[in-house]
């Protein structure tokens, strides 16, 4: 299988377009949730009003902290080369018997005219154990040995 630096730029596009769709909905949320804590009258029941509050915040915090990760991905992404490499490193694309990898951030899977591949980062446990290595070269993983088919 012949890689090109297409292959990256497709799939930097598809991570990123779905890093800002989850953004978008992030953001929207946030503001439906703003917009039920001020729309929220204090009642008679004020334990029920200062817990449902409570809840409230723990909510737009929780989406403040998923809306922030997904933000820096989004920039570490937009940071990844694409261009071709050498040796396993960031921006690496690496064909390996248990399948493709594209050394850039944990974003997971994402499928490309059926062919599948899976985006990691360049601190993970597999690409730590082969990084710097060239095309045809082995690292151990896990015990066992992986040779890289491809690189590009």
Known sequence: MEWQTET????LSTAKKSLQEQVHNLEKE???VQESSE???KSSAGDKFETHQ???NQHRTLLEKRLSGVR???RQLNAVPVKATK???EGSLIKLPMGNIWVSVAFGKIVLDDQSYQMVSPDSPLI???WGL???GSGNFRDKQLKIEALQ
Not at 8 to 11: D, N, Q, V
């Open 8 to 11: 990256k730029e497709r799939l």
């Open 30 to 32: 946030l503001k439906e």
């Open 39 to 41: 729309v929220e009258e």
């Open 54 to 56: 409570e809840m409230i």
């Open 72 to 74: 820096m991905m989004l």
């Open 87 to 89: 040796t396993v490193q």
């Open 128 to 130: 730590q154990a082969l």
């Open 134 to 136: 060239e095309e045809g």
